[in-house]
């Protein structure tokens, strides 16, 4: 073989190299805690991604809202279930997060959040005021639910100091109320939540109204809104509640290529009654709802996608 044709092959193989797609990276995806929708709805999105990104293996780990953010920012995770509220604040640098956190990017908004606060019937507690002094159990610290549950206190001029609280699961929160060591569950996540069906099926419970909160809530961020949990939602709720709400939403990090987030938002659109399947409140979900302005702007890739169903959306 000559040194010119040498030469040709070689150019050859480095303009066929060039050419040829970029193999999809392995990714990791952050969901939630065990018990609530995110890890079933996890495991979904790595389903269709894997299939519809030849060469991505997608794996799926657990989170939390707060958690999902930072994990993004300190690139431990490329994608991550995110709660509307606490994802506005990480951009911001507002507390629980240290820094502006500027590597985090909106792929789609999913569904619907809703805080409930439960509480025995036989307990009595009529407002969130009554919790003064008792024990109260929530979500973990860094659970967006927590933060809330934190927030919801001080609209009332209470503080953790003001009552004995419990950072754990759903399954212990839901121990400690069975045993009557804690009477109220504040929780974020989806409707019905497994964990309240469940304490539902061993003792009559209240879901409080918390439509006298959204005003002070709104103060510390405004991102903040009501929804109704329609009643019949739980065993003996005979009435609509209100209760307060805010978005979910899968985030990405900015330096993703665009277009394998691109196929991402467009596989998530094409595949609505897989994920409704997951949860019911997804039933429905159009390219223009996931392009809801959230306040979190959206990555370049699932920009290109809403473009193309002639949606503009604001980008980095």
């Known amino acids: 073989m000559t040194l010119h044709t040498k030469s040709i092959l070689a150019a050859l193989a480095v303009s066929a190299a060039c050419a040829a797609p970029a193999a999809a990276a392995d990714i990791k995806l952050m969901t939630g805690p065990q018990g609530g929708v995110w890890v079933p709805l996890g495991g979904q999105l790595k389903d269709m991604w894997e299939k519809a990104i030849p060469g991505l293996s ?27 509220i606490s994802t506005v604040d990480a951009l911001a640098g507002n507390a629980p997060f240290n820094k502006p956190h500027n590597t985090i990017c909106n792929i789609a908004t999913l569904y619907p959040q809703y805080y409930q606060l439960v509480t025995p019937t036989a307990a009595g507690i009529k407002s969130v005021k009554d919790l003064k002094g008792k024990s109260i159990t929530t979500q973990p610290r860094g659970n967006t639910g927590e933060l809330i549950t934190a927030q919801l206190l001080k609209v ?34 989806a409707i019905p939540a497994g964990s309240i069906m469940d304490l539902a099926s061993a003792r009559d419970i209240t879901l409080m109204d918390l439509s006298d909160s959204l005003e002070g809530m709104k ?13 019949g939602t739980y065993a003996k709720q005979d009435r609509d509640v209100q209760v307060i709400g805010y978005a979910t ?4 990090a900015c330096k993703l290529p665009a277009d394998q987030v691109y196929t991402m938002t467009k596989t998530m659109a094409a595949n609505v009654p897989s994920m409704a399947a997951v949860y019911k409140g997804i039933t429905g979900l159009t390219p223009k709802a996931m392009a809801e302005d959230i306040g979190v702007p959206f990555h370049p890739g699932a920009a290109k996608f809403y473009a193309e169903s002639g949606i503009t959306v604001k980008t980095r």
């Open 58 to 84: 997608v794996q799926s780990l657990p989170g939390a809202g707060i958690a999902n953010m930072r994990g993004i920012e300190e690139s431990k995770t490329e994608i991550g279930f995110g709660n509307s």
């Open 249 to 252: 939403h899968v985030a990405a």
């Open 156 to 189: 009332h001029g209470l503080a953790y100091s003001d009552v004995k609280v419990s950072f754990v699961s759903y399954t212990d929160s839901v121990t400690q109320m069975q045993d009557g060591h804690a009477v109220a569950f504040g929780l974020g996540t």
């Open 219 to 231: 103060k510390l961020n405004p991102g903040y809104t009501l929804v109704t949990v329609p009643k």
